[in-house]
């Protein structure tokens, strides 16, 4: 969504693209952190994380990112978002595993996909956990598969936490810096719009290489 927007700016000038930014940085901080937060926090939670964009959300939050505190607060309201979500995940598999699996919203998710999750976690263990963070649909299911296995929840959460930190740090540093150095070269440089727009589309496109590598490889070991 993000590059959609800064690409129709730099085709033009400028002065579009600072608008677009100056209009997201305009959202109350407070209010842009939380909203960032709920995001993450439902892509993370089971089923929900299927239809909620949450890294795209923030991704836009950290381009308005004006300071090192604000920074800094994204980041961690972030990270406890995202652990959050993968908590509520895991207690409903451990309270409600099996009858929300055999649900209508758990059979449409597929008997197939619940039957990956499951022996993901089994042949991999806690390494499964941290991966899952990157995978798709895998990301929402692993969590709720950990709470009906006999993984404990202190276990979940050393596995679980890095990666969270790791994807959260990725996402608001990425759209802080490329934010931060367009506002700054806009004034000298009138291609500084294209630099902003190569900055996010590069990250983009390097996650989505990185999840399809991850997913092919991790496919490859369980014989998918």
Known sequence: MLAQLAVAAAAGSGDPLSWILDLVQSVDPVLRILLSAVAIFCETSILIGLIVPGDSIVLVSGTATGNTVEYLALLVAVIVGSLGGESVGFLLGRLFGPRLRHSRLGRRVGERNWMRAERYLERRGGPAVFLSRFLPVLHSLVPVTVGMSE??????????????????????????????????????????????????????????????????????????
Do not use: N
């Open 151 to 224: 993984m404990t929840y202190r276990r979940f959460l050393s596995w679980t936490a890095p990666a969270c930190v790791l994807w959260a740090g990725a996402y608001v540093t990425v759209g802080w810096l490329a934010a931060g150095s367009y506002r700054q070269l806009s004034a000298q440089l009138h291609w500084a719009g294209y630099l902003f727009v190569g900055v996010i589309v590069v990250f983009v496109i390097a996650v989505a290489v990185i999840k399809k590598l991850i997913e092919r490889a991790e496919r490859r070991h369980l014989g998918d």
